[in-house]
């Protein structure tokens, strides 16, 4: 069931790639976006769904991994998901799926003016990579508990976004669970395209096995390719501080969100 799910969605985002370019593109990319950007790359930020709206998003990644996660706003600044990964989906090898979905809640308890910046609170149990049943993690933790912030600027070179937060990851042994910081950056490129960048301090991550070091730095080019539909790609660790990546990893990201 939840194979069939997943072709399913990956068939209708991209049936809806193929007729993009009859659309006009906005999406959650460049200036002229038609919808907030909910994560900056791994990370959360103060963004939304509209009401009476659902999102479905996969990131495609290293080893035939892939998450998707759908997403629905029924009330005002509050959102909620499920989501669900696993290895090997994509190739010929024999799928291995996480243990239990992944759950997703936000709300956002502040609305951004023009000298404030947005503040959402939430939790976010998903986390990036392939699920270890063994060490009970992902490669990449989830955030956790977050609580996240956003301001946007317009500046001759666009619009750009500045994000922050700080959250409480589950994944680590109760005795190991630290507050952990982030922030991050978008920068439209015209229309339809942003240029994103997101640190990770990862101050929680004390597993050798999996963090070699502090802080993860990772960069993504979103792509509007419709009004509904955004194309992400995503290239991960630049300074190889996690054991897993052996180099500069590359994701792929979809994101698509319709009115209902």
């Known amino acids: 069931m939840l194979l069939k799910l997943i072709n399913i969605s990956i068939m209708l985002i991209f049936s809806t790639v193929l007729f993009s370019t009859i659309s006009f593109a906005k999406g959650n990319a460049g200036r002229e976006a038609s919808y907030e950007s909910r994560v900056i790359i791994d990370m959360p930020s103060a963004g939304v769904l509209p009401k009476n709206s659902f999102a479905i998003n996969s990131i495609i990644g290293d080893e035939g991994g892939m998450s998707l996660e759908l997403s629905a706003a029924i009330f005002q600044d509050f959102q909620m998901g499920l989501s669900f990964s696993g290895g090997e989906i994509v190739g010929s090898g024999e799928p291995d799926f996480q243990k239990y979905p992944g759950i997703h809640l ?155």
């Open 106 to 260: 936000r709300y956002r308890i502040f609305d951004e003016t023009t000298y404030i910046p947005a503040f959402t609170i939430g939790v976010q149990t998903q986390g990036r990579g392939l699920y270890s049943g063994s060490a009970k993690r992902f490669e990449t933790l989830s955030p956790g508990i977050f609580l996240a912030s956003s301001k946007a600027f317009t500046w001759w070179g666009g619009l750009i976004l500045l994000h922050g937060g700080i959250n409480l990851s589950f994944e680590p042994e109760p005795g190991d669970r630290s507050p952990n910081l982030y922030f991050g950056m978008e920068q439209t490129l015209g229309k339809r395209t942003t240029l994103l960048f997101e640190y990770n301090a990862n101050i929680d991550d004390n597993d050798k096995s999996f963090a070699k070091k502090k802080g993860l730095v990772s960069v993504a080019l979103r792509w509007a390719a419709s009004e509904d539909l955004t194309l992400e790609l995503q290239v991960r660790d630049l300074f190889d501080s996690q054991k897993q990546y052996r180099e500069m990893t590359r994701f792929i990201g979809l994101d698509y969100v319709l009115g209902y």
